[in-house]
């Protein structure tokens, strides 16, 4: 299983950057991917950003496209999501996830970190 934990969350306001940053600690060697999802209050959870763990291929959710960017520092087994111009329905808890395979369900789940964006 592998271990994730986020940090990086705080309060900013419109228009501003904020970078989370999520560690991966236990058996890394078997993830395939690890992604960033986030949840807001009475909302679905919802996909935002990922990366393969070995390889150059990212994607992202239509809501955070040409704002967000996921990186990963392999020798640091860290993932980071950089969100510029954020706005305040990016308000959320951001969730680090990893999967051991293209087809599997993302079973490893970091505790969140909180992102608020006030107007």
């Known amino acids: 299983q592998v271990l994730l934990v986020e940090s990086g969350g705080g309060l900013v306001q419109a228009g501003d950057s904020l970078k989370l940053s999520c560690v991966a600690s236990?058996?890394?060697?078997?993830?395939?991917?690890m992604a960033w999802f986030r949840q807001a209050p009475g909302k679905e959870r919802e996909f935002v950003a990922g990366c393969l763990w070995a390889g150059s291929a990212s994607w992202y959710g239509d809501s955070v496209k040409g704002r967000f960017a996921i990186s990963r520092d392999n020798a640091k087994k860290t993932i980071y999501l950089q969100m510029n111009s954020l706005k305040p329905e990016d308000t959320a808890v951001y969730y680090c996830?990893?999967?051991?395979?293209?087809?599997?369900?993302?079973?490893?789940w970091g505790q969140g970190t909180q992102v608020t964006v006030s107007s």
């Open positions: 236990g058996r890394t060697a078997t993830t395939y991917a």
């Open positions: 996830a990893a999967k051991i395979s293209r087809a599997s369900d993302w079973g490893s």
